[in-house]
């Protein structure tokens, strides 16, 4: 019976400012390393051997699944990075701080752009391969995307357009695995994985704008063979206790 583990990336240096990351590739804060790293031993009691792990190609989802890996004693275990995982793109709102977002566009329409299927938050006016923040340089498109056509690149995206493009990893890399019976790990972000979460539980798109994922905090799927869910069970600090 195949068991799927959803983690989304521990605490990264941008969530730790309140800033919106998006597609901008923040680092795990010494937080997120420590919450990785928690995510990792609440796993071991679990006795899972992963056949495959997925995490998106942004820095906080790999330094991620590294940790979870190493403090399971599975490195070894095959891994594949897919921009389909990566977080919604944030549109113009990514590098900004939430609060000052709020206080320009009012708490109402900020909780609309980040929660809403279908609202898009304004898009980025053009695409850069790099943008500065604070005087810092964050690549925004790099040489990641290179086999993406460069119009595919999104200049905003919602749950609905970030659920559009997780879809194809569900349907053609995720399900496969589960099929043959193997468990999954996949550490991914808050949107991607409200994106799968959707998907697994058929969720209506209402439902699934009322779901939150912490960082660092295990979801398990366990399904029968024929891929029915039989279980979902969150692990936490508290439960280890
Ligand atoms: O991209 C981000 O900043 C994070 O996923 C958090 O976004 P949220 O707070 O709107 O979920």
New binding site residues.
């Given amino acids: 019976m195949p068991t799927l583990v959803l983690i989304r990336h521990g605490q990264s240096e ?2 730790k400012k309140n ?4 597609w901008i590739d923040t680092k795990l804060s010494d937080t997120g390393k420590q919450q990785a790293i928690l995510a990792g031993q609440l796993l071991q009691d679990q006795g899972l051997t992963f056949h495959r792990a997925y995490s998106s190609v942004l820095t906080r989802t790999i330094m991620t699944i590294n940790r979870v890996l190493e403090t399971l004693g599975q490195t070894y275990v095959p891994q594949e990075k897919t921009w389909r995982l990566n ?1 919604r793109h ?1 549109g113009i709102l990514q590098g900004e701080n ?1 609060e000052a977002m709020r206080a320009k566009y009012g708490a109402d329409q900020v909780q609309t752009w ?1 929660r809403s299927y279908r609202v898009l938050p304004p898009e980025v006016a053009a695409i850069e391969p790099t943008v500065t923040i604070d005087g810092r340089r964050y690549p925004a498109f790099d040489a990641r995307y290179q086999n993406l056509p460069f119009a595919d690149l999104p200049k905003s995206e919602n749950i609905h357009t970030t659920e559009q493009r997780v879809q194809p990893f569900y349907e053609e890399k995720l399900l496969s695995e589960l099929r043959r019976g193997h468990d999954v790990l996949v550490v991914a ?3 991607s994985i409200r994106a799968l979460t959707k998907l697994i539980e058929g969720l209506t798109p209402e439902e699934v704008t009322k779901v939150e994922i912490p960082n660092g905090q295990p979801i398990l799927y366990d399904f029968s063979n024929d891929l029915t869910m039989k279980q979902k069970t969150v692990l936490t600090a508290d439960a280890k206790d």
């Fill in positions: 941008w969530n800033r919106f990351n998006g977080e944030y939430k980040r972000h808050g949107t």
